[in-house]
Structures are given as structure tokens and as C-alpha cells.
């Protein structure tokens, strides 16, 4: 069964430092994945996905992930925070079925300090 | 391009009232059409899909219903509302396959 784990609730960084939020999957296939970046009261905006083709994946606002089959993980960075990346941040994967079917992990929460 | 229009972005309603939230989406023909809830703090869950007009399948068994009577037209329906259907509301749509879903703004219901 497919599952997702966001190993961090909360992420708090200083203006201008790396950010890295951390997500491992179970799939017993070779799964579709996404992170959507949510803003308060907002809907969910698609950062990026992964489709099986390049592991490194770039997306909108700077922000990068990389798929590692071996270590079943697909982490979101970018290399320098800015104060309005601050929002909740979801790490989803597709269960295949035809209807597109999304697991979604419970979010990390980023705070961006000045 | 492809947009997706969620009304109302707020109501607050009394217990025992009825629900009706809309949903369009325009640019796309024959979309998949998704309902959330998005309880305070936490993750999303779905509650309805729809693969074409009249189909609706429901994921969890609740106090709301859903109906398409058009094809990207999404309608999230109650007869009595509960304290227990408060909370914020999303719809979606997608392409077929494994493809990311495109998400509205959202409906913030409170319940008295």
C-alpha cells in the first residue's frame, strides 16, 4: 500500500538559509509524487512533481526535490529561504487506479525568521 | 488555461441548516473532480470524486453528499448540518493518469 511520512511537523529557518523538508514514501510500484505548498486559508499550490523521469526535479519559487528509489525518500529544498516560503507544505503520493487517487503526507509547517 | 472557482470563501451556518458549495472548473473537459476537508491542523481527506457526469463515489461514509450535474460543475451538499462539519472545504480537478490535481481557494464553513 502506498503511504507517506513528512519526518518533521514544524521547520524553522532564518531568512537566507537552506531549507530541507523531509519525506520518505511506500509504494509497491514506481509511484507519481508531488509537493503542494499551502498558505493560510489558501488552497494548495503544486510546487513540483515527479513522474519517473529526471530524479532531480525543479519547481516553482526556487524550490528543488530529488527522488531516491534506494532510500524511498523524496526531500524538498531550496538553497535560500525568503520570508513568504513561510506556509504548510505537503508531500504526496498517486495511488494508480485511474481515478488519481492522492495520499497525502500531515505537512511540515516552515517558519521563516528574519 | 485551465481555472477552478470555489464559492462561497467563507460561510458560517446553524446546525440543522442545509449546505450547498459549488465548484467550476473551466479550460478542461471531462476532468476528475475531487472534495476535501481540511480539519484545523491537520492533513486533507477526501471525501468525494467524480470520473464524468453523475458519477460520484464517496470515500468516506458522512453527512454530505455530492452530485455533477454538469461536466465541470461540483456541487458538496447537506440536508442538516453537524458541529462536526466544520472546517475548510477544497475542491479539485485533475487529468486522467497519475497527474497532480489543481486545487480552488477553498470554502471556510463554521458551524453555530
Known amino acids: 500500500a502506498q503511504s507517506v511520512t513528512q519526518l518533521d511537523s514544524h521547520v524553522s529557518v532564518s531568512e537566507g538559509t537552506p531549507v530541507l523538508l523531509r519525506c520518505n514514501y511506500s509504494?509497491?510500484?514506481?509511484?507519481?509524487l508531488f509537493w503542494y505548498v499551502q498558505h493560510p486559508n489558501k488552497g494548495l499550490q503544486l510546487l513540483l512533481k515527479?513522474?519517473?523521469?529526471?530524479?532531480l526535479v525543479k519547481g516553482i519559487n526556487g524550490f528543488e526535490a530529488e527522488f531516491k528509489k534506494s532510500e524511498t525518500s523524496f526531500h524538498l529544498t531550496k538553497p535560500s529561504a525568503h520570508m513568504s516560503d513561510a506556509a504548510e507544505y505537503f508531500c504526496?503520493?498517486?495511488?494508480?487506479?485511474?481515478?488519481?487517487?492522492?495520499?497525502f503526507g500531515a505537512g511540515t509547517r516552515l517558519a521563516v525568521h528574519p | 488555461s485551465q481555472t477552478i472557482h470555489q464559492w462561497p470563501a467563507t460561510l458560517v451556518q446553524p446546525v440543522g441548516s442545509p449546505l450547498s458549495l459549488e465548484c467550476t472548473v473551466e479550460?478542461?473537459?471531462?476532468?476528475?473532480l475531487y472534495w476535501y476537508r481540511q480539519a484545523a491542523g491537520r492533513g486533507l481527506q477526501l471525501l468525494f470524486y467524480?470520473?464524468?457526469?453523475?458519477?460520484i463515489s464517496s470515500e468516506v461514509p458522512q453527512n454530505l453528499s455530492a452530485s455533477r450535474p454538469q461536466d465541470r460543475q461540483f456541487i458538496l451538499s447537506s440536508k442538516k448540518l453537524l458541529l462536526s462539519d466544520s472546517g475548510f472545504y477544497l475542491c479539485?480537478?485533475?487529468?486522467?493518469?497519475?497527474?497532480?490535481?489543481?486545487f480552488g481557494d477553498g470554502t471556510r464553513l463554521s458551524i453555530l
Open positions: 479539485a480537478w485533475s487529468i486522467q493518469g497519475d497527474q497532480p490535481q489543481h
Open positions: 509504494s509497491s510500484y514506481s509511484p507519481s
Open positions: 515527479y513522474t519517473s523521469a529526471a530524479t
Open positions: 504526496v503520493v498517486t495511488l494508480s487506479g485511474g481515478y488519481n487517487k492522492l495520499i
Open positions: 479550460g478542461t473537459s471531462n476532468p476528475n
Open positions: 467524480s470520473v464524468g457526469i453523475g458519477q
